[in-house]
């Protein structure tokens, strides 16, 4: 895809990643059938039970723990389908962050940039994400609560695919909220990650709707950079000329959003269930323990009582059309930024902004480059149980943005 060019130097690969920045433990294990995915190889995020080795979430003090005695459902479903698994990807502790970074594992550095500084490769799936754009794996298998598969997409050049939460098992899957948590993937083509999705989703390819339109919320585009916006402007006018209605609107889900942002996180409090005590949940990074401590707030049936009227809303308001967003709102920054104490929180709250948006409203969502020489990604959604129709769309939108300009 090389349609949009925007200005400035090309971000090319140009920086060497570390193993240690992509991989928590190397294995191999074959394909146990034979499918649609004959061939692939899969990274898979370690939070994902695979038979035989431990599942970590990011965590080194369960280095010593026993291994899992069977498969991830998820994990299990690509096997049979004909794909192969690589080893476990390494992943911000628990999957609690948007960007990414661990001090048990690495760091979070994309092989994108547009000079020799390291820039975010993105959380919490961001080692599955660095091992497609090395070209060790053609799928990348992740989970997405608030935009932990579509961010580090969004910084690598890649596809990021977000289930309806319900569609794909969380069986052997390290939990982090029971109400968000989905099981979604990275691919470097959106042909290969539409093939895995129907896999997952043991659902059948769906035929594009005849008729297509087009929603942008109101608050999308607070905060985006130039060339964010410029690239979006660019696929939104190829919409235009393709002869689709797009449309500019504030949602009323957008409000209640925002309240719901004002608000202690729903997967903070249920974190908070789950890893509450310090002294047995293996957690070692301070910035992720201080977003689980945040669900001791004692309005927790407030919290999702306000989230399921948005999910209401959502699906009532959107319909059959299609959301569209910017995945991030600027181009990734220098790591040693993100993952600072001065930056961290504004960033991590920046970079899950419109990506969680439609995680708490229960649907489905494709994250897609808009370039292959700069990371600007474009998101398009729907609401819950619309996936086959969606993955259809993502994949007309590409061809439309993979066109050469007249």
Same mark, same amino acid.
């Given at each position: 895809?090389?349609?949009?060019?925007?200005?400035?130097?090309?971000?090319?690969?140009?920086?060497?990643? !570390?193993?240690?920045?992509?991989?928590?433990?190397?294995?191999?294990?074959?394909?146990?059938?034979?499918?649609?995915?004959?061939?692939?190889?899969?990274?898979?995020?370690?939070?994902?039970?695979?038979?035989?080795?431990?599942?970590?979430?990011?965590?080194?003090?369960?280095?010593?723990?026993?291994?899992?005695?069977?498969?991830?459902?998820?994990?299990?479903?690509?096997?049979?389908?004909?794909?192969? /698994?690589?080893?476990?990807?390494?992943?911000?502790?628990?999957?609690?962050?948007?960007?990414?970074?661990?001090?048990?594992?690495? !760091?979070?550095?994309?092989?994108?940039?547009?000079?020799?500084?390291?820039?975010?490769?993105?959380?919490?799936?961001?080692?599955?994400?660095?091992?497609?754009?090395?070209?060790?794996?053609?799928?990348?298998?992740?989970?997405?609560?608030?935009?932990?598969?579509?961010?580090?997409?969004?910084?690598?050049?890649?596809?990021?695919?977000?289930?309806?939460?319900?569609?794909?098992? =969380?069986?052997?899957?390290?939990?982090?909220?029971?109400?968000?948590?989905?099981?979604?993937?990275?691919?470097?083509?959106?042909?290969?990650? !539409?093939?895995?999705?129907?896999? /997952?989703?043991?659902?059948?390819?769906?035929?594009? #709707?005849?008729?297509?339109?087009?929603?942008?919320?109101?608050?999308? /585009?607070?905060?985006?950079?130039?060339?964010?916006?410029?690239?979006?402007?660019?696929?939104?006018?190829?919409?235009?000329?393709?002869?689709?209605?797009?449309?500019?609107?504030?949602?009323?889900?957008?409000?209640? *959003?925002?309240?719901?942002?004002?608000? #202690?996180?729903?997967?903070?409090?249920?974190? *908070?269930?789950? *890893?509450?005590?310090?002294?047995?949940?293996?957690?070692?990074?301070?910035?992720?323990?201080?977003?689980?401590?945040?669900?001791?707030?004692?309005?927790?049936?407030?919290?999702?009582?306000?989230?399921?009227?948005?999910?209401?809303?959502?699906?009532?308001?959107?319909?059959?059309?299609?959301?569209?967003?910017?995945?991030?709102?600027?181009?990734? #920054?220098?790591?040693?930024?993100?993952?600072?104490?001065? *930056?961290?929180?504004?960033?991590?709250?920046?970079?899950?902004?419109?990506?969680?948006?439609?995680? =708490?409203?229960?649907?489905?969502?494709?994250?897609?480059?808009?370039?292959?020489?700069?990371?600007?990604?474009?998101?398009?959604?729907?609401?819950?149980?619309?996936?086959?129709?969606?993955?259809?769309?993502?994949?007309? =939108?590409?061809?439309?943005?993979?066109?050469?300009?007249?």
């Amino acid at each position: 895809m090389t349609a949009w060019r925007g200005e400035g130097p090309a971000w090319l690969p140009r920086l060497s990643v !570390r193993p240690q920045d992509v991989w928590s433990s190397r294995f191999e294990v074959p394909a146990s059938g034979n499918g649609t995915l004959d061939g692939l190889r899969v990274a898979v995020k370690d939070l994902f039970d695979v038979a035989g080795h431990p599942t970590l979430a990011g965590r080194k003090a369960l280095l010593n723990t026993a291994p899992a005695a069977s498969n991830a459902a998820a994990v299990q479903c690509l096997l049979d389908a004909g794909a192969s /698994l690589v080893g476990h990807t390494t992943m911000s502790q628990l999957a609690f962050s948007g960007v990414g970074q661990n001090p048990d594992f690495g !760091r979070s550095i994309s092989p994108w940039s547009p000079d020799a500084d390291g820039r975010l490769a993105g959380g919490s799936s961001r080692g599955s994400a660095l091992a497609v754009a090395l070209g060790e794996a053609d799928i990348g298998l992740g989970t997405d609560t608030g935009g932990s598969c579509r961010i580090p997409a969004a910084c690598n050049g890649l596809y990021g695919f977000k289930p309806t939460a319900s569609r794909v098992s =969380l069986q052997g899957c390290t939990p982090l909220s029971h109400s968000l948590d989905s099981v979604g993937l990275m691919a470097a083509s959106c042909d290969i990650g !539409r093939r895995a999705m129907d896999v /997952l989703c043991s659902s059948q390819p769906a035929e594009r #709707p005849a008729t297509l339109e087009f929603l942008v919320p109101g608050f999308v /585009l607070d905060r985006c950079d130039r060339t964010v916006a410029d690239a979006f402007r660019w696929a939104l006018d190829r919409l235009a000329a393709a002869g689709h209605c797009v449309r500019h609107m504030t949602l009323a889900s957008e409000k209640t *959003y925002a309240h719901l942002q004002s608000m #202690p996180s729903l997967a903070s409090l249920e974190a *908070y269930g789950l *890893y509450g005590d310090r002294r047995h949940n293996g957690v070692s990074d301070p910035k992720v323990f201080k977003r689980i401590m945040v669900g001791r707030y004692p309005g927790s049936d407030t919290v999702r009582k306000i989230r399921n009227d948005l999910v209401g809303q959502f699906s009532a308001e959107v319909g059959d059309a299609f959301v569209l967003m910017p995945t991030l709102p600027w181009v990734p #920054p220098l790591t040693e930024v993100a993952e600072s104490d001065r *930056y961290f929180e504004e960033i991590n709250r920046d970079a899950l902004r419109n990506c969680a948006f439609i995680n =708490l409203a229960g649907g489905c969502a494709v994250a897609m480059p808009l370039s292959m020489q700069v990371p600007v990604s474009m998101t398009v959604a729907a609401p819950r149980m619309q996936d086959e129709r969606l993955w259809a769309v993502a994949d007309y =939108l590409d061809r439309i943005f993979s066109q050469s300009d007249a």
